[in-house]
């Protein structure tokens, strides 16, 4: 599903489907979809549900408030595989087959609502094929140490075009391609493997490019400016690590997978000044976040993307998007 402002959203479909137009609103009843989609209210438009299975007591012929669907597509989370109702007739996947009405699920549909809620109902098109946002308004360069896809997707919802380089690629490589900003992204093992990235990493951050790491290039962020990291014990790893955000006083459930982190105390990163600490983890007081004390550069051990995981901790995305907005302002 695309929308008209560029967002755009993953899903599957049982069956083939032609491009379908309409205005994209939500709607929270846990039952009654029969009736919300005969309703002739709806239509023309594409209604997401909010409910997490939709589908499961089937159709039946007397509760429907019109002779047909007037809904132009349905997006759900999960469409149930089997329906029981002693009214049922037929499954609403078949129901809806017969009159042309595509169905679209594993739609993230908590994200989609909330981006509708926030940004208010617009016009959108269910389609199948690929989209890219070549004509973005923000350029982001991100090295792929081992790039989560959810990270590109999220970004790319939020108006930025990314090339991913190698973590062999030098400064002058990169500041060809001409980003607005830089991403070091997520990545395995020990962050010293990759050291011989730590001069190009220095040399563009320090240039004032506004910068977002996340996992490893957290960790490399933090080596860059003369950071020290160590391995941990055993590791963090799962969805459900409570981490303190040092600026609101917050409790983030954040996802995490890594076994180094960045070392340190109270609110310094250890073999620098350059650095400070934003975030800490609340089980073991590992350094969760690091940001430079002058130029537009933050990190975070953990996932924002999640995937899978809790979104508390999203808004770091939207933070690194008014970071670059504001350098464009200031050329």
């Known amino acids: 599903m695309l929308l008209e402002d560029g967002a755009w959203f993953r899903g599957s479909t049982r069956r083939s489907l032609d491009p379908v137009p309409g205005e994209v ?7 009654g979809y029969q009736e919300v989609f005969t309703d002739p209210s709806y239509l023309g438009q594409i209604v997401v549900m909010t409910a997490t ?16 669907p007037q809904v132009t597509a349905v ?35 908590r994200r989609l609502t909330r981006h509708i809620r926030t940004a208010g109902a617009m016009r959108g098109i269910v389609a199948e094929g690929t989209v890219g946002p070549a ?29 991913a380089v190698p973590s062999s690629a030098p400064a002058a ?24 990235v730590l001069p190009a990493l220095r040399e563009l951050v320090g240039s004032g490019m506004p910068t977002f790491g996340i996992c490893l290039g957290h960790q490399l962020l933090a080596l860059a400016f003369g950071g020290e990291t160590e391995k941990l014990p055993y ?16 409790i983030l459930i954040t996802s995490q997978n890594h076994g180094f982190a960045v070392r340190g105390s109270s609110k310094a990163v250890s073999g620098t000044k350059e650095l400070e600490v934003t975030h800490r983890n609340l089980n073991d007081g ?11 550069a933050f990190a975070v051990q953990y996932h924002p993307e999640a995937s899978p995981g809790p979104h508390d901790a999203q808004g770091h995305f939207a933070e690194f998007v008014q970071a670059l907005d504001s350098q464009r302002l200031s050329r």
Not at 88 to 102: G, I, K, M, N, Q
Not at 138 to 145: E, G, L, N, W
Not at 175 to 191: A, H, Q, W
């Open 25 to 31: 609103v939500f709607t929270t009843n846990l039952t």
């Open 53 to 68: 299975m939709i589908g499961n007591y089937g159709i039946n012929p007397e509760d429907v408030e019109s002779d047909k």
């Open 75 to 109: 997006v759900v989370r999960e469409l149930a595989r089997e329906h029981s109702n002693w009214r049922a007739t037929a499954s609403l996947d078949d129901w809806l087959a017969e009159r042309s009405v595509p169905v679209i699920e594993g739609v993230d549909t």
């Open 135 to 163: 004509d973005a308004p923000r350029h982001v360069v991100a090295y792929d140490f081992g790039m989560k896809r959810n990270i590109v997707r999220i970004l790319n919802a939020l108006g930025c075009r990314v090339t």
């Open 173 to 196: 490589q990169v500041r060809e391609l001409n980003p607005d900003g830089l991403f070091l992204s997520n990545g395995p093992g020990d962050p010293a493997a990759v050291r011989y």
């Open 235 to 250: 590791g963090h790893r799962g969805g459900n690590h409570p981490v303190r955000d040092f600026s609101t006083d917050r």
């Open 286 to 296: 590992t350094v969760e976040g690091v940001r430079h004390v002058e130029l537009p």
